[in-house]
């Protein structure tokens, strides 16, 4: 075995607060789920990464009880689970050297949110000379505010606002970002057929 799926911020954190409902793809937990059976029938590593700011109050504050897996996945035994403070997963855990350990070489990268924390994993990973594909719909986003909108937009009002930037185009810009510079840029059912090939 040597590869790795990283899920990156599937957690109850996104739901709690009021932007979900501008989720661009609401079964991403499902859609992850199914990543991970796969990565599981190939003997893959699967490691789960949550994001944690500690002391802010937020719903990613471990006080607030929101920093655990969405409520669709399982995580089995053996499987690595780290907390994040940063945007990718590498920089304040332990990530590399775990993937060392294990002998890892290849990445498979999904989860929240595509253009944030997956990118940046990703990005870094890519650096780092891991070999890495990137799910793009087992990867979910929101829509952006402009740099200028106040910072307190509710969310009728950022869908409102027409600067602000929708998430199938920032998917979209970050798969043309990444693509054959980062990261190969694969589906679900993409990888499901690989696999039933290989078998």
């Known amino acids: 075995m040597n590869r790795a799926l990283i899920v990156v ?3 109850e954190s996104f739901r709690a607060r009021a932007l979900w409902e501008t ?3 609401p079964e991403i937990a499902h859609q992850v789920d199914r990543l ?3 990565a599981r029938q190939a003997g893959d590593l699967v490691v789960w990464v ?12 471990p006080e607030r009880g929101h ?23 590498f920089t304040t855990t332990n990530l590399q050297q775990l993937l060392t350990e294990h002998g890892i070489r290849e990445l498979t990268l999904c989860g929240l949110r595509t253009e944030q924390c997956v990118e940046t994993t990703t990005r870094l990973a890519s650096d780092f000379g891991y070999r ?30 027409p600067r602000t930037l929708g998430a199938e185009e920032i998917i979209r810009r970050t798969e043309y970002a990444l ?20 078998a």
Do not use: W, Y
Request: hydrophobic letters at 40%; one cysteine or more; proline letters at 5%.
């Open 132 to 161: 890495v594909t990137f799910v793009t719909d087992a990867t979910a986003t929101h829509p952006i505010p402009h740099r200028d909108a106040p910072a307190d937009l509710t969310v009728t009002e950022l869908l409102a606002d």
């Open 67 to 89: 920093v655990r897996l969405m409520a669709e996945l399982e995580r089995q035994d053996g499987e690595p689970l780290i907390h994040k403070t940063s945007h990718n997963a």
């Open 179 to 198: 693509a054959g510079r980062f990261a190969t840029i694969a589906t679900i059912d993409e990888l499901e057929a690989a696999a039933a090939t290989r």
């Open 23 to 25: 989720v661009s793809n």
């Open 36 to 38: 991970v059976r796969l």
């Open 9 to 11: 911020d599937v957690q």
């Open 50 to 61: 949550l994001h944690c700011e500690p002391g802010t109050g937020n719903t990613f504050d």
